[in-house]
Structure formats: structure tokens, C-alpha cells
């Protein structure tokens, strides 16, 4: 069956750092992949997308990698903030529907 | 501003009774979709629709029902028969998933007492 595996346990980093998030998958061939932030409480908001013909996206501080010979998207945030410190899901495309990693907190102490 | 309304944020049930959640979106998006989140759970697929009158099921569809009468509007029924309904529920809708992404709303929490 497919799989999503995100790192369940918190990622705690310095401020100023980069933030590495893992998103591995398996019995998939997604034709994209995209990335979101959770508040709690609150929906998910879309950060980025990344097809499978493309090996990276990059968008102000934030940088999504996608190797489908491996099965992973790399997730990073430069220059990390406190304000950064929320839920991130990744979330992998077929056709007409999305299906979701459990998703990892990320926590920016200052 | 262009977004997507669920209605109630809150939302207490008792055993036995079912309760409808309203979503509404003035994106002109002709997709919508629901999904539940459970505490450590990632989102679970419940039911999605493409186009008005028209919707399919998804991964966790049992114990649930929709109708996609208008195209700004799709509410979620959940039945007694759902065996475990307490959980974050979150409506989303998009243009075709492949050129763009899902817009959500701000989620309703439903509570089985």
C-alpha cells in the first residue's frame, strides 16, 4: 500500500539555522509534490509544488528538492525564524486528489 | 476576500445524532474536498467532487455523505453510523490539483460527548 513517512518527532533548531524537513514515500509515483504549514488549530497553507521533471524549487527562504529515484523530497528553510515554528506537511499528487505525510513539527527557538 | 468558510469552528454531538458541516468558497474553484484530522494523524481523504452534482469517495468515506448541489457549497453529513466521529475536519477546495494547490479552511472540531 502507499506509504508517507515524515519524521515523527520535532525538529528543534537555533534560530538563524537551516531546517531540513524528509518526506519519503513508497508504492508511489507521484506526478508532483507539494509542501504546506500547519498552525495548530488552523488549516494547512500551501508553501510550494514541485513536479516529478524538476529536481528543485526555491521560493524566498524556503527550498523543496524531489529525487524520485530515491522516493524523497528534502524540505529546507533558510535562515530559520522563531515565527517559522509550526506543523510542515508534505503531500504527494495524483490525478485529482492529494494524499498527506502525518507531518513533522519544526521548532525555532530563538 | 476570496476564501473558503466552514461553519460551525466548534461543534458538540451527542451519541446517535448526526450533525452537517458547511463549507462555502468563493474561490470559482471547481473542485472541493474533506478531509479529517485525527491527533498524529495526517489528513485522511473523505470525500472529494470535481464538479457540481458529481463526487466521489475517498479513503474514510464510511459513516459520511455529501451533496454538491452549487458549486460554491459542499456539506459534509456526519452520520450516526460513524463509529469514531470526534476529530478536526477541514474543507478544501482547488482548480485542477496538477496546475495549483488547496486552499483550506479554518477547520470545525467535532465533539462526541
Known amino acids: 500500500s502507499q506509504k508517507i513517512e515524515q519524521n515523527s518527532e520535532a525538529l528543534n533548531i537555533q534560530e538563524g539555522k537551516t531546517a531540513t524537513l524528509t518526506c519519503n514515500y513508497t508504492n508511489y509515483s507521484p506526478a508532483y509534490l507539494q509542501w504546506y504549514r500547519q498552525d495548530p488549530g488552523r488549516g494547512p497553507v500551501f508553501l510550494l509544488l514541485?513536479?516529478?521533471?524538476?529536481k528543485e524549487k526555491r521560493k524566498e527562504r524556503l527550498k523543496v528538492t524531489f529525487d524520485t529515484t530515491l522516493k524523497q523530497s528534502l524540505f529546507h528553510i533558510t535562515a530559520s525564524q522563531p515565527a517559522d515554528s509550526a506543523t510542515y506537511l508534505c503531500?504527494?499528487?495524483?490525478?485529482?486528489?492529494?494524499?498527506f505525510g502525518k507531518g513533522t513539527m519544526l521548532l525555532v527557538s530563538p | 476576500d476570496g476564501g473558503i468558510t466552514q461553519s460551525p469552528k466548534y461543534l458538540f454531538r451527542k451519541e446517535g445524532q448526526n450533525v452537517t458541516l458547511s463549507c462555502e468558497q468563493n474561490?470559482?474553484?471547481?473542485?472541493m474536498y474533506w478531509y479529517r484530522q485525527d491527533p498524529g494523524q495526517g489528513l485522511r481523504l473523505i470525500y472529494y467532487?470535481?464538479?457540481?452534482?458529481?463526487?466521489q469517495k475517498g479513503d474514510i468515506a464510511e459513516g459520511y455523505s455529501v451533496s454538491r448541489e452549487k458549486k460554491e457549497s459542499f456539506p459534509l453529513t456526519v452520520t450516526s453510523a460513524q463509529k469514531n466521529p470526534t476529530a478536526f475536519y477541514l474543507c478544501a477546495s482547488s482548480i485542477p490539483l496538477a496546475a495549483g494547490e488547496l486552499f483550506f479552511g479554518e477547520g470545525s472540531r467535532l465533539t462526541v460527548l
Open positions: 514541485i513536479r516529478e521533471n524538476e
Open positions: 503531500a504527494l499528487g495524483g490525478y485529482s486528489t492529494l494524499t
Open positions: 467532487s470535481q464538479i457540481v452534482n458529481d463526487f
Open positions: 474561490l470559482n474553484h471547481d473542485a
